[in-house]
């Protein structure tokens, strides 16, 4: 008795004399490790192929510092302009210097609001044919220091000792020349290419001499073209014309030594003199930008950084979202209307025939999408098989239907593939149904279509909702069939992401009508989480 | 019997599903209004089918089936106005207990006090007045069959219907719920056709049980009769334990006969089942009928018997004898003070009546 009240106060102890708890962790330790391991790679594949590319997708949306690096001083002095009339000698002079000066990139403060346009180094001129020792000393100071060149010293010499195959070498010199870039530059795909060959030569302690200063000079300046060349681009976005205005004027630009710049500008190309592209460059100030998510539903900054539409002739992105969400929604209530049946069939008939239509079902998931949609293109064409059953019928043949490159081909074709997404879940719902409750049911008066709307159905809800919410998110965001038979009013939203994508290369503003699009299925989760109950969906 | 009062009538109903073998082979029953009957039967014996006749969802083969004087074989299930108890309860998952129990009452368009009156009588029957607003899945498994129970009484209807209602329970609540529903039977005087495949629960329910076999009844007689009276060597080897002694039969003299058994020993027994001299027989014999030693010239049979195994069972003593060459000869020995005690291996009298040794056929016996 008396040892058992002891133990009641004191920690529990095994029979060995450690603590129970101590042992009981020590126990679980293991299995706590096997099950870790266990859930380890499915995780990293998770985060690797899932997390990260949309994390990525979502920052892409919004980026803008690349531009915030070509034009640092530009938009350090974009404040102080009214905005009304065009900008004065000490704008037009901050441009002409950030489009063709490396200056920014020697300056250490040269970045959004670091930038500090007083600093005189900003306007000395490094002598094209060279020396460019002195006067790149002169901008920036440090750079005469030995130490400051040892941290792109140290990249080229570790690559140069690299070890290998010659593949190998190779592969790690050109890594190398990448990385001396992006240290130098915001670009992460520009090489260095002199810069690291010189300072291979160099013996990493005495003071940096010419060599090295025209070989950073080169690099940087076939950096800045390509950066000018992807900047443009970005510009291009708020205000078109803006890419060709950069080329065009860029060549005589160089010419020009001296102030008013402005009056050179506009003598270069007079669209330096229109407003237009002043109030553009407004939009892309910040490192953020909400343009791209502004542009995919049709709207923009004005001058007064208010939003307005885009001109009429520019609008096609709101109408694509309703047209997305008004095929989106008819294909899924096709669907469902379609497969409601068929599950229920499926659950019911005798398993020789259940299997038999299981077949059926499944076949579209076995044929490729390609060979699919051609047989629809065979089926539905102008001189198409159902057309031309019609005219036999006796349709005018001057009436056949326009069922393909259309609208209506969409649809039928969408509803067609996306089928089994519907049928799976609501069978799978069905087939725990067990007879027994419609039986029951019937048995307390209730006649059959009343006991299939007030007991069988409500049971199959969650089989409707999983469907129904992955029809439509699967059709929120098709593209290949939109593509193939959607023709010109048969197009998606999903099309012109791809377009942005792979043609145009406007990944910032693809990027954007994805996140909506990932925002717009999150929302109908949630709503369906609100409403029916997430944890009453069944996927299979 | 076709009296005034009889209630459900099969008569000459027979059912296939595949066209190739019966099922139910030509039933003639007749059910009186406000009786209990039951049917016992091993598995795959036809009693489901049998309900799910009566109850609309399977159509006879052949013959027809009455409710009241009305034929029902065109009637679809919903307007027979039957109550059933499902083997699974079947309560609607998604609807709680007050909405089960209201539903047959929405669908005859009953006004709302009505059915929530009726609800609650319902519930209280059944004791289960604080769970009206439970999930099925919230409740116990006895809960559930009293909902169910519930559910098919709600709307009155002169026939309830209950397959298996307690195969999912433990045998306390089996026995509590046997209870139950003879209690509410009584007091609402409804007729009610039970299945099972449990005989005690057959024994203890019903005012009548039909037993089945091969879809055929059996023997259809109250309980009492049906122990102390089997027809038939099935339904005296399903109901309760019996001894079993196979010869042919002798000479018959009234409703006496005499079977010279497989030994050649020759035993008195009562003429049940059997058609002439020279016939193959079953003699039965309930094991708590056999007498040990008992007074000369008190029973016509009486034979030695080796005392093979005791087994002690506190009230009584089972023991295992072998008599007349067969040595799985089982008496039950009442565990009373001036008894003789047996030991193994002993050799004793075994005497029995000729009323209680029953010659039966030898057809029912699997
Ligand atoms: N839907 C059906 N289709 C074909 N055969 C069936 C069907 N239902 C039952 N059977 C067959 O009919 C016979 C009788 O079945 P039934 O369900 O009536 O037996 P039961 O007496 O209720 O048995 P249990 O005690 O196991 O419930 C069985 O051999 C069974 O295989
Ligand atoms: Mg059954």
Redesign the pocket.
């Known amino acids: 008795m008396a040892a058992n009240n002891a133990t009641s106060v004191e920690p529990l102890l095994t029979a060995d004399g450690t603590p129970l708890k101590t042992s009981l962790q020590r126990s679980l330790r293991r299995s706590k490790l096997r099950a870790t391991a266990l859930v380890l790679p499915p995780l990293l594949f998770l985060i690797g192929l899932f997390v990260l590319p949309i994390g990525n997708l979502l920052t892409r949306s919004t980026d803008d510092t690349l531009i915030n690096h070509q034009l640092p001083l530009t938009f350090a002095m974009l404040g102080q302009w009214d905005r009304q009339e065009l900008p004065d000698e000490s704008l037009f002079e901050a441009i002409f210097l950030d489009l063709t000066s490396l200056n920014k990139y020697l300056i250490k403060d040269n970045f959004a609001t670091a930038v500090d346009p007083d600093d005189p180094a900003w306007k000395i001129q490094i002598p094209k044919k060279g020396p460019y020792r002195d006067a790149m000393i002169e901008i920036a100071p440090h750079w005469k220091d030995a130490k400051t060149w040892l941290l792109i010293y140290e990249i080229a010499i570790t690559a140069a000792e690299a070890t290998g195959t010659e593949r190998e070498i190779k592969h790690q010199q050109k890594r190398a020349q990448f990385k001396i870039c992006s240290m130098l530059t915001p670009l992460t795909n520009a090489t260095c290419s002199k810069l690291y060959k010189v300072l291979n030569e160099w013996d990493g302690v005495s003071e940096p001499d010419e060599a090295l200063f025209e070989a950073l000079y080169k690099d940087l300046a076939s950096a800045n073209k390509y950066l000018l060349g992807k900047s443009s681009t970005r510009m291009n976005y708020e205000k078109p014309g803006f890419k060709s205005l950069i080329k065009k004027s860029g060549r005589k630009l160089k010419k020009v030594n001296e102030p008013p710049y402005k009056e050179a500008m506009i003598k270069a190309d007079k669209r330096w003199g229109d407003i237009g592209f002043w109030h553009a460059l407004l939009a892309m100030q910040k490192p953020q930008t909400s343009g791209y998510y502004l542009n995919a539903v049709d709207r923009k900054w004005d001058e007064n950084r208010e939003v307005v539409m885009q001109p009429e002739e520019r609008q096609v992105y709101v109408m694509l979202w309703w047209r997305t969400f008004l095929v989106s929604l008819i294909v899924t209530v096709g669907c469902l209307l379609l497969a409601y049946p068929v599950a229920h069939l499926l659950a019911t008939l005798p398993l020789k025939y259940s299997n038999l239509l299981m077949i059926c079902v499944l076949m579209p998931f076995w044929t490729s999408l390609l060979v699919r949609i051609v047989a629809w293109m065979i089926m539905l064409q102008q001189e198409g098989v159902v057309n031309d059953t019609l005219v036999m019928l006796g349709l005018p043949d001057e009436h056949r239907l326009p069922m393909m490159y259309n609208f209506t081909g969409t649809i039928i074709v969408m509803i067609q593939i996306l089928l089994p997404f519907m049928i799976l879940p609501i069978y799978s719902v069905m087939k725990t149904i067990p007879p027994s409750y419609m039986k029951a049911a019937q048995n307390l008066g209730a006649p059959p279509s009343l006991a299939f709307l007030r007991v069988y159905m409500p049971q199959t809800l969650p089989g409707i909702g999983a469907g129904v919410i992955l029809v439509f998110i699967v059709a929120i965001g098709y593209y290949i069939t939109p593509e193939l038979v959607g023709g010109k009013d048969g197009r998606l939203i999903g099309n012109m992401v791809a377009y942005h994508m792979q043609k145009s290369l406007n990944w910032g503003l693809a990027a954007a009508m994805g996140s909506i699009l990932l925002a717009g299925i999150l929302i109908l989760y949630w709503i369906y989480d609100k409403i029916v109950g997430i944890d009453n969906m069944k996927l299979g | 019997m076709s009296t005034e009062d009889t209630f459900v009538r099969f008569k000459e109903v027979q059912k296939s599903?595949?066209g190739e073998?019966l099922?139910?082979k030509n039933l003639n029953l007749d059910i009186e209004r406000g009786e209990f009957v039951t049917?016992l039967?091993?598995?795959?014996?036809?009693?489901?089918?049998?309900?799910?006749m009566l109850a609309g969802f399977?159509p006879a083969t052949h013959g027809e089936i009455y409710l009241g004087d009305r034929p029902i074989n065109a009637v679809p299930p919903h307007k027979r106005g039957i109550g059933m108890v499902f083997?699974n309860y079947a309560l609607f998952p998604h609807m709680t207990v007050n909405e089960n129990l209201a539903f047959p009452l929405e669908v005859r368009k009953l006004s709302k006090s009505e059915i929530a009156t009726r609800t609650k009588r319902a519930l209280d029957m059944v004791q289960l007045g604080a769970f009206g607003d439970r999930r099925p899945a919230q409740l116990s498994g006895g809960q559930q069959q009293r909902v169910a129970v519930a559910r098919a009484l709600v709307f009155d209807p002169d026939l309830v219907l209950m397959?298996?209602p307690l195969g999912a329970l433990d045998k306390q609540l089996r026995e509590q719920m046997q209870y139950e529903i003879k209690h509410i039977h009584e007091s609402l005087g409804v007729t009610v056709v039970y299945?099972t495949?449990d005989q005690s629960e057959a024994l203890t329910m019903s005012n009548r049980i039909a037993v089945?076999d091969d879809?055929v009844i059996q023997q259809l007689a109250p309980p009492s009769d049906l122990y102390e009276r089997p027809e038939n060597a099935f339904v005296a080897q399903f109901i309760g334990e019996n001894n079993r002694l196979m010869g042919s039969v002798e000479a018959i003299d009234g409703k006496e006969c005499q079977v010279k058994i497989d030994n050649g020993e020759v035993i008195r027994a009562l003429k049940v089942n059997v058609d002439g001299v020279g016939q193959r027989a079953t003699l039965s014999l309930r094991p708590e009928r056999v007498e040990v030693n008992p007074e000369p010239g008190k029973f016509p049979n009486v034979f030695d018997a080796k005392v093979e195994e005791l087994i002690y069972l506190g009230d009584h003593i089972r023991t295992r004898a072998s008599v007349c060459g067969h040595d799985d000869f089982i008496v039950k020995i009442p565990n009373a003070s001036h008894h003789a005690s047996l030991n193994e291996g002993d050799t004793v009298k075994f005497g029995w009546s000729m009323e209680d040794c029953r010659a039966l056929d030898v057809s029912g016996i699997h």
């Open positions: 599903y595949d073998t099922v139910v049917m039967g091993p598995s795959g014996s036809g009693k489901t089918t049998c309900l799910m399977e083997q397959d298996e299945v495949h089945f879809g």
